[in-house]
Nanobody, 126 residues
Framework: QVRLVESGGGSVQAGGSLRLSCAYF????????MTWFRQVPGKEREGVAA????????YYADSVKGRFTISEDSAKNIIYLQMNSLKPEDTAMYYC???????????????????WGQGTQVTVSS
């Protein structure tokens, strides 16, 4: 049984930083695509960043390139999302998701991901 647990959310002012963590447990496959999504009430879920644990390839939404960095601590089974230069538009519930197909699905396809965490709230004020 795969389980993902997000943490690290909070409230910050525009221009500030936060680091989100996604701890994962019970994985069966050798490699996973680990992805951060975010969602605002009334809007569709948006892919933010992904990392493929088999080779370390990373992918970012255009809206966060240059500001966010996704990384992995394989020894601790934790995926991080370092968020710098935060904007009010980044305010959302952030979810960690995993897919074991062997490649990273597009960030635009949350339906392709098999496992999801409970989410952690990020609020950025101006």
């Amino acid at each position: 049984q795969v389980r993902l647990v997000e943490s690290g959310g909070g409230s910050v002012q525009a221009g500030g930083s936060l680091r989100l963590s996604c701890a994962y447990f019970g994985y069966t496959y050798s490699y996973y695509c680990m992805t951060w999504f975010r969602q605002v009430p009334g809007k569709e879920r948006e892919g933010v960043a992904a990392i493929f644990t088999g080779g370390g390839s990373t992918y970012y939404a255009d809206s966060v390139k240059g500001r966010f960095t996704i990384s992995e601590d394989s020894a601790k089974n934790i995926i991080y999302l370092q968020m710098n230069s935060l904007k009010p538009e980044d305010t959302a519930m952030y979810y960690c998701a995993a897919d074991g197909s062997g490649n990273c699905p597009p960030l635009s396809a949350p339906e392709r991901y098999n496992y999801w965490g409970q989410g952690t709230q990020v609020t950025v004020s101006s």
